[in-house]
């Protein structure tokens, strides 16, 4: 008996309607012969053929006898005399006698089996036990998982069609991009094989007969391919506001590989600027929140000296250019992101001025010597310098300026120390004796107080002073 004599088919004739053909499934082998009595032959088709059966929607062996047809050569079989049959070939008119006597349809739901991820090309295969239907496919119900059992992550996959136009065993489709980017944003999740299970609520596709596919346990990858594409700067902000520098790249990263050291702001894209000044410190974050950036955007909080380098410098406050160096960051895959040279320098997307004026944060008062120093929480012009008057500088005895004695300066001069965010304020020899002429102010720290208005300094933007009132 050789089964790959055997055809199956649509029709029982060769005259096919113009536009209706449809090619007709050769058994590629079989097993489990059985021979139940003389003339009555079993044999278990090979799930491949099985398979192509329920493929082809036109064929309809899965579903109807009056459109599944048999044909076969005079190799399928021989009689115990050697003779071989009768071979069953197409004719012109419509034979009835030939199809199929009985179906056993199918009942049995399909199974997942198996699947691939390619998380550099946004692709996963999934593989299921026999054929399933492609139109049906919904990936919403595919939920990955960080670990077999007690995860610290899932993600739960917000679409997903498939592309396929051929239904078979597997459905391949594109993950999307922001299924791609939730993922990502987990940090532990999909990151390699040992970190990706799927778990298939039921239904996600159906076979031929209706059947929907069973909910699979959860299920270690396959084949695993990773990330291997580095990631790029997509934006870069100036917050002088908040004295941060906003790296915003197209897809997320982590902080731990972020290189301060890395980033240099530029006064122009050429390899010979005008200015330049590359960070020596600072504290990384990412953006807020992290939901709307999803990883993708982290700010870098200038150190004291950065500051006071890059806000002196109006052309690296104004509209600077970013270089990066080879690695200044990379993704959740380690893929480094590559350098942006000063010849060709990232352009500023989007500066945001300060808009809040500088403020006293501490001081200290020598009243042996009369110099009181006052540290502001940024950079100050001390040339505007003016302790004078109701919105001048006051020093008062308790925190409460209408409950304490209080005494408002009326001179002194003033030295900017060299880190821009303290001046040096030498009293006059009249406004020393005359606080001390108070016993209750200046005697010691308990009743040692300021409140300092908005005309007693400005920043670089001009903006005045934000009033404190009663800093001990």
């Known amino acids: 008996f050789d089964p790959t004599s055997i055809r199956i088919q649509k029709w029982s004739y060769n005259n096919y309607p113009p536009g209706d053909f449809f090619s007709p499934i050769i058994l590629t082998g079989g097993f489990n012969f059985l021979q139940l009595n003389d003339t009555t032959l079993q044999f278990t088709l090979t799930a491949y053929d099985m398979n192509r059966i329920k493929q082809q929607g036109q064929i309809l062996c899965y579903q109807t006898k009056e459109a599944c047809y ?263 895959f380690n893929n480094k992101v590559l350098g942006i040279p000063w010849n060709g320098a990232f352009p500023l997307t989007m500066l945001l001025p300060d808009t809040i004026g500088p403020q006293v944060t501490s001081f200290t008062i020598d009243m042996n010597t009369g110099l009181m120093e006052m540290t502001f929480d940024d950079i100050v012009d001390s040339s505007t310098f003016n302790p004078t008057g109701s919105q001048g500088l006051t020093l008062q005895g308790g925190a409460n300026l209408a409950t304490s004695l209080a005494y408002t300066l009326t001179s002194g001069t003033k030295t900017a120390s060299p880190s821009g965010f303290t001046i040096e304020v030498n009293l006059s020899i009249a406004d020393l004796n005359a606080i001390k002429a108070r016993p209750g102010i200046a005697t010691s720290g308990n009743n040692s107080y300021i409140t300092a208005g908005v005309s007693t300094i400005q920043d670089l933007q001009r903006l005045g002073h934000i009033i404190v009132s009663g800093l001990q």
């Open 70 to 332: 048999i044909r076969f050569n005079a190799t399928m079989v021989k009689d115990m005399a050697g003779n071989p049959i009768m071979p069953l070939v197409d004719s012109m008119v419509s034979t009835p006698l030939d199809y199929v006597n009985q179906i056993v349809l199918d009942t049995r739901a399909p199974i997942l089996v198996s699947f691939l991820l390619d998380m550099d090309k946004a692709l996963m295969d999934l593989t299921f036990n026999e054929t399933v239907l492609a139109k049906y496919f919904d990936g919403r119900k595919i939920t990955f998982y960080n670990a077999a059992v007690n995860e610290t992550a899932s993600y739960s996959l917000q679409s997903g069609q498939s592309n396929a136009i051929i239904d078979w065993t597997n459905i391949l489709f594109n993950v999307s991009q922001a299924d791609i980017l939730l993922i990502k944003y987990m940090l532990t999740l999909d990151v390699s094989a040992n970190s990706t299970y799927v778990q298939t609520g039921i239904g996600v596709s159906q076979d031929r007969y209706g059947n929907d596919v069973l909910a699979s346990p959860r299920i270690q990858v396959g084949v695993f391919y990773p990330d291997v594409t580095p990631p790029v700067l997509t934006a870069f902000k100036l917050d002088l506001t908040n004295k941060l520098i906003i790296l915003i790249a197209n897809e997320p990263i982590t902080l731990p590989s972020v290189v301060v050291t890395g980033i240099t702001l530029l006064s122009g894209n050429t390899s010979n600027p005008f200015s330049n000044h590359t960070l020596l410190n600072g504290t990384v974050s990412y953006c807020s929140p992290e939901l709307t950036y999803l990883r993708t955007c982290v700010q870098i909080r200038f150190s004291p000296s950065d500051q006071l380098s890059i806000q002196l410098n109006q052309n690296l406050s104004k509209m600077p250019f970013l270089s990066i160096a080879n690695g200044t960051f990379a993704d959740v």
